[in-house]
């Protein structure tokens, strides 16, 4: 069985700062990884993906991710961050034969000004 | 290409009513999910769905249905409305391959349960 950790609950910053937004993984197969964003009171919608391939995955409004296969984690990085990041990101996981998907519990990015 | 649509958007229920929220997607995707999604909380799976015919229960399936007699709907069915039911709700679907096993989510519904 698949599982998704989300390292901290919460993520408080100041604006223009870089922040680091933590998620560990566990499966016996390969994996598919996410990161989502929701912005409030909106739905998810798909920050980026690692499928396979490079190990540091760009994604949109200057995320990043690296997929480190001997630490299980696919942590989410920005440089610089804006108040309107703003947002809850989560972290999901798939793979092998069986694609049903597991999320995170979410982590909850606070910029402030 | 509408993706996942979701209804109602928003409804009031009265504590012992019955109602069901729909859920449709337009991508043939074979795996589909209910989610509720209650403040500081993270989304908690309901039921899940790995194709037409076939349902299984999530972490919080109690006082929850559903059923998938066609891929793309995947309707879930609140009995005997409570208090506790008062939530988001999220629908999502995927697909059963490489290419097409990011998840695609609707807007929400958001239930009141007075």
């Known amino acids: 069985a698949q599982s998704v950790t989300q390292l901290d609950s919460q993520v408080p910053v100041f604006e223009e700062a870089p922040v680091e937004l933590r998620c560990n993984y566990s499966?016996?197969?390969?994996?598919?990884l996410f990161w989502y964003v929701q912005y409030p009171n909106q739905g998810l919608q798909l920050l980026l993906k690692?499928?396979?391939?490079?190990?540091l995955v760009k994604g949109i409004n200057g995320f990043e991710a690296e997929f480190n296969k001997s630490q299980t984690s696919f942590h989410l990085r920005k440089p610089s961050v804006h108040i309107s990041d703003t947002a809850e990101y989560f972290c999901?996981?798939?793979?092998?034969?069986?694609?049903?998907?597991?999320f995170g519990k979410g982590t909850l990015l606070t910029v402030n000004p | 290409n509408a993706g996942v649509t979701q209804t109602p958007k928003f409804r009031i229920l009265k504590i012992g009513q019955s109602m069901t929220l729909q859920c449709t997607q337009d991508?043939?995707?074979?795996?589909m999910y209910w989610y509720r999604q209650d403040p500081g909380m993270g989304l908690k799976l309901i039921y899940y769905?790995?194709?037409?015919?076939?349902?299984d229960k999530g972490e919080v399936p109690n006082g929850y249905n559903v059923s998938r007699s066609t891929t793309e709907d995947f309707p879930l069915r609140l009995e005997l409305a409570a208090p506790s039911q008062t939530s988001v709700y999220f629908c999502?679907?995927?697909?059963?391959?490489?290419?097409?096993?990011?998840?695609?989510f609707g807007q929400g519904t958001r239930l009141t349960v007075v």
């Open positions: 991508m043939n995707h074979n795996y």
């Open positions: 999502a679907s995927n697909g059963g391959s490489v290419s097409n096993t990011e998840a695609f």
């Open positions: 499966s016996s197969v390969s994996v598919y």
């Open positions: 690692y499928l396979s391939g490079s190990t």
């Open positions: 769905s790995v194709g037409a015919g076939i349902t």
């Open positions: 999901a996981v798939t793979g092998g034969s069986n694609y049903k998907l597991t």
